[in-house]
């Protein structure tokens, strides 16, 4: 793609990432406005306080939750198009200082989930088109089916259990420590192993019924040579896409997986922002949330054309990618 | 937790009972310095900010990071703290707190009268321009100011009598927090590095949300006269770690990863004690749970129908279902420690009989249904299980079924606070409100009967019962607490005859699950634990 072409093709895509975090943060005001109560209220109205609703109106006037949605809505959008994050009704702090202590965490957590399914989704593809066909192939045909049966919280139940409270390889009272990351990263990341294990296994197979692909094996060469260099880099393509698509699920699952293994995250953030109705805190993490896969969108599009030479030629011809 | 995950955990935990051996000391040990303590709390989501902001988790936190004026045991009787003696008025208007020499803040300055008073003024008034409201439990309506009369001696002010001042001073949210804390800007509130107080324990770390690492202070020595211990802590350091699910506390606590875990499901305990933990469930003063009964909703205005409620309930299998013996039996509307709670269990006993008695005088006839009828109307409500008391769904869900058996049909909604807040407050077809309220002075129940002087109106009923009126009052300007303590039993008496509240078991919001090593801990009258004299066994 040449310059000329791409700096339009760059600003188009960055306008329509802005729209989108900006309708992302709106359509998350506009939920949170028909849902009953609000977290001053929550707070307060606690049968334990004993406070009637006119001592609470002059608090509630103060976060201007009294005010019509519209006019909240635009305070809010203006302030957020300025970088201005708000603060948190319930933990009365900034949003951007519990964001930036979040998330680290939940960075850690995802990355590592991400390597320990790509590196299991390799092992089972690998498996599938090594081990002998009629037991070993099947076994490691039907291990993504099996994992995806299994819910993320169900396998951290079974790895706490087992590995931090019998074995005890890690404590629950650490949970950042290396071993509890792991073990948190393989609940998060065995779900989503099993989709690219998936997809990948489909395309092992159809690269492994080509011409040239019984040609390099006529040609002596080893299996795992075959594998890495025939058969894998052309399947590569839908797992980037998978990749792409699975770190939207690694958002989500590190609510279920953070909450489970105790890890303070942008999970659990979401977990206690939902539950007190924390407003400017839930609708940073919606944008973020949205900021995470535009980005994760304009990478995979990127990637493409250094995977398959034949987008680079369409690229470079001007053709759409 | 739902169920099946719980089932999973238990079924799994069970090879580790095998591994696991039980630390029990039997025998009494001398005390002993240092070590450090974990404590499993479900939630620390409250935040650090003032006032409202400590709530049920993060009050046991400032219980060790802050100091109170006063100490209030389980029997709500004051004792010094910060406050060396106190003076009080004939007219019980006006106070003066004597203060200790020599306690201070953990950033250097002193607990003077300045920031004594300072505290005071925040929890009576709050600050709205902060978006701080008053302390609930505080008398601020009543309230007309502290003055500081020299470095030690403060002098708070009521418009009439305020029986209920002193023991609030022990409150888990009356604490001691800095001049310098008290004045943040309101985004700064919750910033627990800069929310300074006089504690037995300073802040190590923390991670909001997530943990709280606290230090002992080693110049400490300005605890509560009245507990054995004085001087610093002994334990060095104590760590509160967050760990939501009830389920993997446990698991967490067998395991010997923590020493204490606050908040497990009764049903889970026994396995547990099996293995020589213990479950400490401390007296807290306040009502006991039950529902306040909203006359205005439909069919509640007749007595009889309050009443055969009250009969048709079987505490003893509420005790047997959903609790353990560390839960005892409710005798009338007041926890069974507050010593104004009169022995009223006649008014309370399971009596099937003569609720359908009851009911059918009030014309309600049983149909082919079971349910009872009265003409079109059915007797039939919604009831809203309370979404601040973990044990609330299983007592209602043994109530449903008991009032089944009188031909009421309850049917149990359970929904989250927002919910609640927006379907059960304020809500006149619903009759009966769960409660659950803790409070360190009985004059508490003074400001529910009625809706005078902003009063809580628990039974809607405004200022039409001349009874309630009269008690009310009575209770809100009594000045001797003995004379008090009468009116209040005669309250407790008209209130459950009238059915007008109906008890269903011991409110035990607070039950620290810990292992045998833990010793030497103390509990304020709200329950709250204090670890400025504990340590842990060897």
């Known amino acids: ?321 | 937790m739902p169920l099946a995950r719980r089932a999973l955990l238990t079924l799994l935990s069970g090879s580790a009972a095998l591994l696991a051996a039980p630390a029990v000391a039997q025998t009494a040990s001398p005390r002993r310095s240092g070590g450090e303590l974990t404590f499993l709390i479900g939630s620390l989501d409250s935040g650090w900010g003032l006032n409202e902001k400590v709530d049920s988790y993060t009050g046991i936190v400032w219980g060790q990071l802050a100091d109170k004026i006063v100490h209030v045991d389980d029997k709500g009787e004051a004792t010094p703290w910060i406050a060396e003696r106190w003076e009080e008025n004939a007219g019980q208007s006006e106070f003066i707190l004597h203060l200790r020499a020599g306690p201070s803040f953990a950033d250097g300055s002193p607990v003077d009268a300045r920031a004594v008073a300072a505290n005071i003024e925040l929890w009576a008034r709050g600050d709205t321009s902060r978006g701080v409201g008053r302390l609930g439990l505080f008398p601020s309506s009543t309230y007309k100011g502290s003055e500081v009369l020299d470095d030690r001696r403060v002098r708070v002010s009521f418009t009439r009598p305020t029986l209920s001042f002193i023991p609030t001073l022990g409150y888990h949210k009356t604490v001691l927090r800095s001049l310098a804390s008290l004045n943040l800007k309101a985004e700064e509130l919750g910033n627990l590095d800069r929310q300074i107080g006089s504690g037995p324990f300073t802040l190590q770390s923390w991670l909001e949300g997530d943990h709280v690492v606290l230090r002992r202070r080693p110049d400490y020595n300005w605890g509560p006269q009245a507990l054995a211990h004085q001087g610093p802590a002994s334990l060095e350091r104590i760590t509160f770690k967050v760990v939501k699910d009830a389920a993997i506390r446990a698991a967490a606590l067998q395991a010997g990863q923590a020493q204490i875990a606050l908040n497990i499901a009764p049903h889970e305990l026994r396995p547990l004690k099996a293995r020589g933990i213990r479950a400490v469930a401390p007296d807290s003063l306040g009502f006991v749970s039950g529902f306040s009964v909203n006359t205005r909703a439909p069919f509640f205005d007749d007595v009889r129908l309050r009443q055969a409620l009250q009969h048709a309930i079987d505490r003893q299998e509420i005790l047997d279902t959903v609790f353990t013996e560390d839960w005892k039996p409710v005798t009338t509307l007041l926890q069974p420690n507050v010593p104004e709670a009169a022995d009223l269990s006649a008014l309370l006993a399971y009596d099937p009989e003569k609720s359908n008695r009851l009911l059918e005088e009030a014309g309600w006839q049983r149909g082919a249904d079971g349910i009872r009828a009265r003409g079109s109307d059915k007797l039939r409500f919604n009831l809203f299980a309370s979404p601040w008391v973990g044990t609330s769904k299983q007592v209602d869900e043994v109530i449903v079924q008991q009032l089944q058996k009188v031909g009421i049909a309850a049917r149990l909604q359970v929904v989250d606070i927002a919910t609640f807040n927006a379907r059960v407050r304020n809500n006149d077809s619903v009759p009966l409100r769960e409660i659950s309220r803790s409070f360190l002075d009985a004059g508490v129940v003074g400001n529910v009967l009625t809706d005078a002087d902003r009063g809580d109106n628990w039974f809607k009923l405004g200022q039409s019962n001349e009874t309630l009126n009269r008690l009310a009052q009575d209770i809100a300007t009594a000045v001797d607490r003995r004379s008090r303590a009468e009116t209040l039993k005669e309250a407790q008496r008209y209130v459950l005859e009238q059915g007008l509240f109906i008890p269903t078991a011991q409110l035990n919001q607070r039950l620290y699950v810990q292992a045998g090593t833990v010793k030497g801990e103390a509990y304020s009258g709200g329950g709250y634990a204090l670890y400025h004299g504990a340590w842990l066994d060897a």
């Open chain 1, 1 to 321: 793609m040449s310059r000329q072409s791409f700096l339009p093709f760059a600003a188009r895509r960055l306008g329509h990432a802005l729209v989108v975090i900006l309708l992302a943060y709106s359509f998350t005001f506009l939920i949170i406005s028909v849902l009953p109560g609000d977290p001053v209220s929550n707070m307060l109205l606690d049968p334990e306080n004993g406070f009637t609703e006119e001592e609470i109106a002059p608090i509630i006037a103060h976060y201007g939750l009294d005010r019509p949605v519209l006019e909240q809505w635009w305070r809010a959008i203006s302030r957020f198009a300025l970088g201005d994050l708000g603060i948190s009704l319930r933990a009365s702090r900034p949003v951007s200082a519990m964001l930036l202590e979040a998330l680290p965490s939940t960075l850690v957590l995802a990355g590592t989930a991400m390597l320990v399914a790509l590196l299991l989704a390799l092992a089972i593809a690998y498996a599938s088109q090594s081990l002998p066909r009629r037991w070993g192939q099947g076994v490691a045909r039907v291990l993504p089916a099996l994992s995806l049966s299994v819910p993320s919280f169900v396998i951290g139940l079974v790895l706490i259990q087992v590995f931090a409270f019998q074995l005890g390889l890690f404590r629950i009272t650490d949970p950042n420590g290396a071993a509890a990351t792991v073990f948190a990263a393989l609940a998060l990341g065995i779900p989503v192993s099993a989709q690219i294990a998936e997809v990948l296994i489909a395309n092992l197979d159809h690269e492994a019924g080509q011409e040239y692909f019984a040609v390099a094996r006529a040609r002596g060469l080893r299996l795992s040579q075959l594998f890495a260099r025939h058969q894998l880099r052309p399947s590569a393509l839908p797992v980037v896409t998978m990749i792409a698509v699975s770190i939207g699920e690694l958002l989500g699952g590190s609510l279920i997986t953070e909450t489970i293994f105790g890890r303070k995250g942008v999970g659990s953030l979401v977990q206690s922002a939902v539950v007190t109705q924390d407003f400017p805190v839930l609708q940073s993490l919606v944008s973020l949330a949205a900021v995470v896969f535009v980005l994760v969108n304009l990478a995979a599009d990127l990637l493409y054309p250094l995977l398959d030479p034949r987008l680079r030629r369409r690229a470079a011809a001007g053709r759409p990618a």
